[in-house]
């Protein structure tokens, strides 16, 4: 079973930085891959960033190329997406999410999501 907790949001000025944490309470963590999302007011859910089970691979979408950095600890059950250099337009909800079919940008491929945490950056 998986059970996704995020944790980490906040409200930061532009320019700065965040590191969000996913925990997975379950003890099958290593067999996913994880992703992240995010979801702004009026606006669909959308694909941040991805990684296999076992940490290779990962994918980003083009906005968060080169400012954002997935990665996880299948030790301690947890995937991090570490923010850097944000920008007003990165303020969302930001999920995680787990599937068994590898690294995808398409959020129904997903089987299990976190309960999402809010970033919010202020100009």
């Known amino acids: 079973q998986v059970q996704l907790v995020e944790s980490g949001g906040g409200l930061v000025q532009a320019g700065g930085s965040l590191r969000l944490a996913c925990a997975n309470s379950g003890r099958t963590f290593g067999s996913y891959a994880m992703g992240w999302f995010r979801q702004a007011p009026g606006q669909e859910r959308e694909f941040v960033a991805a990684i296999t089970w076992s940490g290779g691979n990962p994918y980003y979408a083009d906005f968060v190329k080169g400012r954002f950095t997935i990665s996880r600890d299948n030790a301690k059950n947890t995937v991090y997406l570490q923010m850097n250099s944000l920008k007003p337009e990165d303020t969302a909800v930001y999920y995680c999410?787990?599937?068994?079919?590898?690294?995808?940008?398409?959020?129904?491929?997903?089987?299990?999501w976190g309960q999402g945490t809010q970033v919010t950056v202020s100009s």
């Open positions: 999410a787990a599937n068994r079919q590898g690294v995808t940008t398409n959020p129904k491929a997903y089987d299990y």
